[in-house]
């Protein structure tokens, strides 16, 4: 479960008529197989550890790995708001003389500031790297900015993410691997293990993909930008 941090961890509405439990020799090896029961991608399910598994002695007395796995259902974002955003973002973008599409989606994970954002505005087309800079840096600037021009028109709006060619959604796939395999090493030696230091958006993609996890509990350590997630056994 996850330590207290200053980041929301705001829930995601399941449906539970479509949900299965999987096993697996450890963790990763039990969602995967539970992927495949769903014919579903990691964004579009919630993940629930029961069980982190042991490999035992010499093969006697071990346990298999359990988990949860369910279907999230989204709602359509709609609003006035949400088509000035669009336009707003799109008139930015041909000022850049940037050739791209936008379209809107409600947010799907942790990644897309589910419970945070309104909407996500998908940004599409052909060498879009200079939007999205280094470490996403330019894509941070490029949200902050849009959300700026929205709030001054619609006072206390919830803000909207933006995302570039999928880029968030690729750097939070590689957040929850290495939450993941940070916390089977955790569970395998007992130590604590610290991750590099990230933003606010991405410590709190950690510790949502370890909240269900009995086993192990993650907080955020240091100050300002050196701030990280410090992961921990629960046993």
Known sequence: ?????????????????ESVETTGKNVEEAIDDALDELGLERHEVTIEVLAAGRAGLFGIGGEPARVRVSRVSFEDPEGE??????????????LLE???TVTMRAPETPGDGVGLMKAVLDVHGEDLGVLI????????S???LLNLIVSRRFK????????????????EEELEDMAFQAAERVRRTGK???????PPNERRIVHLSLSKDPTVETASVG?????????HTLR
């Open 1 to 17: 479960m996850a330590g207290t941090e200053d980041d929301n961890d705001d829930d995601i509405r399941e449906d539970d008529t």
């Open 223 to 231: 100050q300002g930008d050196a701030r990280k997630v410090s992961i």
């Open 142 to 144: 490029l949200q902050y």
């Open 98 to 100: 940037i050739e791209a």
């Open 81 to 94: 708001d949400v088509a000035f955003a669009q336009e707003t973002l799109e008139t930015m973008l041909g």
């Open 192 to 198: 604590p293990v610290t991750l590099e230091p990230m």
């Open 156 to 171: 206390h709006n919830k803000p909207f993410a933006v995302d570039v060619e999928g880029y968030r959604r690729r750097r």
């Open 133 to 140: 800079g280094r470490r996403g840096s330019s894509l941070s």
